[in-house]
């Protein structure tokens, strides 16, 4: 099956400062990616979708200035969590989909487990 | 809102034992319905993807069914094994836009060896 790979896996920040993720498709072109949060014993929430080249559409709710999305080619996606706070701190999951249509499966990465101190 | 339910509470099952978890969604219709496995600390894995005018669909041993009006999906394990020990998640498509999904919280499995 197609392959997403997230780095890093794991991130410890001191609080007011960002941190970068990243989210690549390593063996397919993701027109789309997706970003969601987990808090532990919890469901995938939807920050955001990413669409290659175009602007990201966030989810209710979530902070488009804090959490910035940038797709800037069909293999990757960013998120950087700026001026994180210990509130912050999740488990953060990226997916990809060949195709941003109902009824295709997402790919998903292996997650980044962000502590904020 | 579009609300999805899955089994609240750990399923502890006997290797060898067909295990049985529940989707339960309300205030939608959705055209899709999907089943993934989350290890701890690790993303979901894609495992079926069954349509709304499909009843059942099997992938060795996982049977998944889509029953429209009572607004449910079962997903089974047949002869289980330790192995099979993970968090299974629901998901519905979104708001038929751009490929989203909503997932469910997750039922935790536990097979016994």
């Known amino acids: 099956g197609a392959v997403v790979s997230q780095h890093p896996s794991w991130v410890i920040c001191k609080s007011g400062t960002s941190v970068k993720i990243e989210c690549r498709s390593l063996?397919?072109?993701?027109?789309?990616m997706f970003w969601y949060r987990q808090f532990p014993k919890q469901s995938l929430m939807l920050m955001a979708t990413?669409?290659?080249?175009?602007?990201?559409?966030?989810e209710q709710g979530v902070e488009k200035d804090k959490f910035l999305i940038n797709h800037a080619s069909l293999t990757l996606s960013t998120l950087t969590v700026t001026s994180a706070h210990p509130e912050d701190s999740s488990f953060y999951i990226c997916?990809?989909?060949?195709?941003?249509?109902?009824?295709?499966?997402?790919?998903f990465g292996p997650g980044t487990r962000l502590t904020v101190t | 809102s579009q609300k999805i339910e899955q089994n609240s509470e750990a399923l502890n099952i006997q290797e060898g034992k067909t295990a049985t978890l529940t989707c339960n969604y309300t205030?939608?219709?959705?055209?899709?319905l999907q089943w993934y496995r989350q290890d701890p600390g690790r993303g979901p894995v894609f495992l079926l993807l069954?349509?709304?005018?499909?009843k059942e669909k099997r992938k060795e041993r996982l049977k998944v069914t889509f029953d429209t009006t009572l607004k449910q999906s079962l997903f089974h394990i047949t002869a289980s094994q330790p192995a099979d020990s993970a968090t299974y998640l629901c998901?519905?498509?979104?708001?038929?836009?751009?490929?989203?999904?909503?997932f469910g919280q997750g039922t935790e499995l536990s097979v016994k060896p």
């Open positions: 997916s990809a989909t060949e195709r941003a249509l109902r009824g295709y499966e997402q790919y």
């Open positions: 063996d397919f072109q993701a027109t789309t």
């Open positions: 990413s669409n290659e080249g175009s602007k990201a559409t966030y």
């Open positions: 205030n939608y219709s959705p055209a899709y």
């Open positions: 069954i349509r709304e005018n499909e």
């Open positions: 998901a519905l498509d979104g708001d038929n836009q751009g490929g989203k999904l909503i």
